[in-house]
């Protein structure tokens, strides 16, 4: 907690859509290891998370599994030193980078690129 | 009807007991059921059970659960069992035999398994109503029926069965005494010292014992039924049942009927084979058969024992039983009482070692000969050496014998563990398993679990009392052979859940990410965790909260980042990503202003509403910025956080008790309501459920919660460990006859226990199913202390409930914490679009499309979703 308010005075997350940064909340709204979902303009949701080094993460907010708009809600954690999040629903981890399901293949989400500026 | 012609030679058993069952199992391990015609006569309405556990029908188990009978087996091996249908003459020249039925089946071989009969000593109206034996589940029936008229009830015998009997007459809610001629109880097991200690334990427990007395006459009342015995020192003793429990005789009748020799005190005669003195086509086993050393034995080992000999030799084997082994080891109204081998010091030149201390009950000789070989002994009140004293006998044990009998604590106690044993060592003497074969399943057969060891090898599946030193051994066996078995958390940590409490507790560690710097693993160290551990340390945190100086509310600080959704949004996350509400409803009892308060915000907020399986209404459909409002007003009316999200205490569910009930002989819905509040919020490995019944009646279906209390006439009976779902598991009676104060204490240390020492996500059934020594140890530990911790258990409960605080209302009350209560960070007052619903049945329900059609048109980026 200490950590990311240390770094947060002023600064705002954003999302990178097409060739516009989005600006979605002050860092200070992000806990380490939980996340937040935030309205795109066109319609879709994404999923933005912080770890607790302070680096920014941000994935599709849609569950692939359920369809549920949930994936901002699961625990985050680190598998094999790489950031995951596991859905919430029926547990199914996404790597925050790639967005890839380490437990299915053939699932990915979108990632977005997101900074704090 | 006629007999039977066709070629294939038949066998006939007559009598489905323990030991016939066995019997079937032996002739279909040996291939015989299919080259032979194998014909069963039982005279019971019911297949073979376990009788040997006959009096846990009254702590809950249901006939089907006692039954030792694979319907599957008998339909497989072709097997012919008729059902209440006993042999009652038998031909030997024509070889037939004749039922009940009139059903006449030709025999080449017959096998008498027909058991034994209770010995009714021949006293004036010793058949008048009122007045039973305790032999059968027919039996159990009837007492039960007619204890429900009764206040009082005596047990004529002390031994074991007399024992079990008036236990459970107490359990029914009578007054209970035990009439025993000798000047001892269980005169044949234990001696003067034994029986003294066993003495006082029974006694404690409200039981009346008469010893030195024999009963001279039942009196009965105008209308024939019992109301009172005559005892042999003039005295008579009110009682409105009498349980005939004087031990058991040989059922030889059929037998002696048909021309088989019998012995002088009954008893088949038969030879080492099994087979009768008298005509090699017949056989006889178990406790009808005077066996080839001139004993009848009344103990199920033998008999499976002679039940494989004669499977043996009918299959033209060598087998013999020359004798078996008396050992035995019981639970007698919770009390431990074992006897092995030569228990009393019958042969010349014994020594015997004794630790006695009466005040608590305990009692242990060790009979030692000149040679230092172990002989035999007697253990009273504690038997946990029972296993491995018992391998030993025969042999020069590798410690002195004093450190064997001396409890805990006094002394130096000699852990003997049974990896000191030979492999010829006989582990599991009903099933006659030997070290060398439990290690076998290790190492050859790939178990790894008891269950597993148990199904390979059969040790542990009768009496069970081998259980424990089969988990010893099974473990010892692993790691000798090397497997690594990690028992770690998850790929964070690798020390157990219960090893991550004691760290928690003994270093008032508050934090997941400390925890994990300092104990996880190398490669985790610094990480975030995973979705494993961090609920769980968040779990471990919040049980222990006021303990260890962390806050007592779960979304404080990095305690939010640990919780699950659920405990995250202190609501239930459902498929569509909307959540349920539960407001606590204590014991069930809700009063209609309540109610209309729920369906007041159920309707304004458009939920759909349930009534739950514990007692209380759940509303279904809230999204997550709804859920704020919705709890301000609950708290507004006086409701509470139900906790249905956490893993945590759910409901106690209860009956309408004495208040209302005809049957009820406590107050069921105050004792709900009390525990409760006692333990609400309480968080744990995994839910906890329960329930309190007014009466035996068990309305509140007590016993398949994780602790049940059933009111008995006397007060409260505890019982821990059930389950409901995927799993049923009736709970086992932990303690019975309770004040209010000592069945609270009692939750107290056994919720504490719990939730010091289970895993993640185990719920109490199957917790009490894997700890070493399974019920028997956790009652040693919350009901007789034997760790010592029962102090340290009982504060950090007094903590717990003194630190409580409903985590909504404090919600409500923080504006920070609320501003997590939206669906969109950059857009609080948008509600989330994916969550939306149709009508069914007056209510909504979830409009799930999103898989089938996609949701959003410019979804046109490839997610590769497999689903779509």
């Known amino acids: 907690m200490t950590l990311a308010l240390e770094t947060t005075t002023g600064l705002t997350v954003q999302l990178r859509l097409a060739d516009d940064w989005f600006e979605v909340c002050g860092l200070d709204r992000l806990i380490p290891g939980r996340g937040v979902a935030a309205l795109l303009p066109d319609g879709r949701q994404a999923a933005v998370f912080t770890d607790r080094a302070g680096r920014l993460y941000a994935i599709d907010n849609r569950d692939p599994f359920t369809g549920a708009a949930v994936l901002s809600r699961g625990l985050t954690g680190t598998h094999q030193g790489r950031p995951f999040v596991a859905s919430p629903l029926l547990k199914q981890r996404f790597d925050l980078e790639t967005g890839r399901c380490l437990d299915d293949d053939t699932v990915q989400v979108r990632t977005y690129e997101v900074k704090a500026a | ?868």
């Open chain 2, 1 to 868: 009807m006629p007999a039977d012609t066709s070629t294939t030679s038949t066998i006939v058993l007559v009598g489905h007991g323990m030991v016939g069952q066995r019997f079937l199992e032996a002739l279909a391990e040996r291939g015989l059921t299919a080259t032979h015609r194998v014909v069963v006569l039982c005279e019971e309405p019911r297949p073979a059970y376990d009788r040997v556990q006959l009096t846990s029908y009254f702590s809950g188990r249901t006939p089907e659960d006692l039954s030792l009978t694979d319907l599957a087996f008998i339909e497989e091996h072709g097997i012919e069992l008729h059902l209440g249908d006993p042999a009652e003459s038998v031909d030997r020249e024509a070889r037939t035999v004749t039922a009940r039925s009139g059903l006449v089946v030709g025999y080449d071989v017959l096998v008498l398994a027909t058991g034994s009969y209770p010995f009714v000593p021949p006293v004036p109206n010793k058949d008048a109503e009122g007045c039973f034996v305790y032999r059968t589940i027919e039996d159990l029936l009837a007492i039960e029926e007619y204890a429900r008229r009764s206040t009082t009830g005596a047990v004529v015998g002390g031994g074991l069965l007399g024992l079990e009997a008036a236990g459970a007459l107490k359990g029914l809610g009578l007054t209970s005494h035990i009439v025993e001629f000798a000047p001892r109880l269980m005169p044949v097991q234990v001696d003067e010292g034994g029986g003294a200690a066993l003495l006082r334990t029974i006694e404690e427990m409200g039981l009346t014992v008469h010893t030195g007395v024999g009963t001279q006459e039942i009196v009965v009342g105008e209308d024939g039924a019992v109301t009172g015995m005559k005892l042999s020192d003039g005295s008579e003793l009110a009682t409105d049942l009498v349980v005939f429990s004087a031990g058991v005789r040989p059922r030889d009748q059929l037998a002696r009927d048909c021309g088989l020799t019998v012995g002088e005190r009954g008893g088949i005669t038969v030879d080492e084979q099994c087979r009768t003195v008298t005509d090699p086509h017949v056989f006889a086993i178990g406790e009808c058969a005077l066996a080839a050393d001139g004993r009848v034995y009344g103990l199920v080992a033998p008999g499976y024992e002679q039940a494989e000999t004669a499977a043996a030799a009918i299959a033209g084997d060598a087998s013999a039983f020359t004798g078996a082994d008396l050992s035995t080891k019981l639970k007698l109204l919770g009390v431990d009482v074992a006897s092995f081998g030569d228990a009393h010091g019958a042969a010349e030149d014994c020594l015997d070692v004794v630790y006695s201390d009466s005040r608590a009950g305990l009692y242990k000789k060790l009979v030692i000969g000149r040679d230092g070989r172990l002989r035999g002994g007697i253990l009273v009140g504690d038997a946990e050496a029972y296993g491995t004293l018992k391998a030993f006998t025969g042999s020069v044990p590798p410690v002195s014998p004093e450190s064997l009998v001396l409890p805990a604590g006094a002394g130096a106690p000699v852990q003997l563990g049974p990896s000191a044993l030979p492999d010829d060592a006989i582990i599991c003497s009903c099933n006659n398993v030997r070290k060398g074969t439990i290690r076998e399943a290790v190492t050859e057969h790939r178990c790894t679990t008891v269950p597993e060891v148990k199904k390979c090898t059969k040790a542990g599946t009768t009496c069970g009392s081998c259980v424990k030193v089969l988990g010893q051994l099974i473990n010892a066996e692993l790691e000798a052979s090397g497997v690594e078995v990690d028992k770690g958390l998850c790929a964070c940590f690798s020390q157990t859940r219960e090893e991550l409490y004691e760290i928690v507790l003994a270093l008032r560690i508050t934090s997941h990410r400390e925890l994990l710097d300092r104990y996880g693993r190398e490669e985790a160290r610094g990480g975030d965790g995973c979705e494993v551990c961090k609920p769980t340390v968040g779990s471990i945190v919040a049980s222990l909260a006021p303990a260890i100086g962390a806050s007592t509310y779960v979304l404080d600080g990095e305690q939010a980042a640990l919780q699950d959704t659920n405990d995250h949004f202190l609501a239930n996350l459902q498929r569509n990503g909307s959540y349920s509400v539960v407001p606590r409803i204590p014991g069930g009892e809700i009063a209609p202003e309540k109610l209309i308060v729920i369906g007041e915000i159920a309707r304004d907020f458009g939920l759909y509403t349930k009534i739950t399986g514990g007692q209380r209404i759940d509303m279904f459909g809230a999204r997550v910025e709804q859920l704020p409002s919705i709890w301000a007003r609950l708290v507004d009316a006086g409701f509470e956080s139900g906790h249905a999200y956490g893993k945590s205490l759910r409901t106690v569910k209860s009956c309408v008790g004495q208040t209302w009930c005809r049957y009820g002989v406590q107050d069921s819905v105050r004792m709900a309501i009390d525990l409760e509040l006692r333990y609400r919020g309480l968080r744990s490995p995994h839910k906890l459920k329960s329930a309190v019944s007014g009466c035996q009646r068990e309305c509140a279906e007590a016993q398949s919660k994780d602790f049940g209390v059933i009111a008995t006439a006397n007060g409260w009976n505890l019982y821990v460990g059930g389950n409901g779902g995927a799993t049923p598991r009736h709970a086992d009676l932990l303690a019975q006859d309770l004040s209010d104060a000592e069945l609270i204490r009692l939750i107290d240390r056994f919720l504490m226990f719990y939730i010091r020492t289970a895993d993640r996500l185990e719920r109490t059934s199957t917790w009490l199913e894997r700890v070493p020594g399974g019920l028997d140890h956790v009652r040693d530990v919350v009901v007789h202390d034997s760790l010592g911790i029962c102090d340290e258990l009982e504060s950090l409960m007094a903590a717990h409930v003194s630190h409580y605080r409903d985590e909504w209302a404090e919600t409500i009350n923080d504006p920070e914490k609320l501003a997590r209560f939206v669906s969109f960070v950059n857009a609080p007052d948008t509600p989330d679009p994916v969550v939306a619903f149709v009508p069914e049945r007056d209510q909504i329900k979830p409009d799930l499309p999103l898989l089938s059609i996609g949701l959003r048109p410019a979804d046109d980026v490839l997610e590769g979703s497999a689903q779509r």
